[in-house]
């Protein structure tokens, strides 16, 4: 007989392999990084990542780097819902965009910054969109928009 609650168990399984890549990659970078010790980090071969996952190492990146940046876009929308004013906008965007940075392990940062260079194709474009949506959320007026501009973050 199976697990009693068989989503639950396969949320834990892809959560602990998740948490194993972004070790590994930040650890030793995503060129250097193989499948097999993904899977035995995350409990299961590396044989599991490529039936269950996808046989693909850049589908994996591609799933936690969009990850980061949905987790990151939703944590942002929370703190910015209902804020019109555009001083409060600021006040209130400046530590929402900074402090999931600093409490985050340096890994998810490593990898949502610097292994976006790895990706390839629509995998880059489609991070690359979700990335400026969470740092071009800041409206001061009409005619400004971004982090970037407004706080020479980007």
Do not use: W
């Not at 639950?8 to 399984?13: C, G, S, Y």
């Amino acid at each position: 007989m199976g697990p009693a609650f068989p989503a639950l168990t396969a949320k834990k399984t892809l959560k602990a392999i998740y948490e194993a890549a972004t070790d590994l990659i930040y650890q030793n970078g995503y060129e250097a990084v193989v499948v097999a010790p993904i899977g035995e980090r995350g409990g299961h071969s590396g044989g599991f990542l490529f039936t269950t996952i996808s046989p693909r190492k850049q589908d994996l990146l591609y799933k936690l780097t969009s990850t980061i940046m949905v987790d990151l876009n939703r944590a942002l929308d929370a703190e910015m819902r209902g804020v019109e004013d555009p001083a409060e906008q600021l006040r209130t965007f400046c530590p929402a965009f900074i402090s999931p940075i600093m409490r985050r392990a340096r890994s998810r940062s490593f990898i949502g910054n610097f292994e976006l260079r790895s990706l390839q194709g629509e995998n880059y474009r489609q991070i690359v969109v979700l990335r400026d949506q969470y740092e071009g959320r800041l409206v001061l007026d009409s005619g400004t928009r971004g982090c970037g501009r407004v706080l020479g973050c980007g």
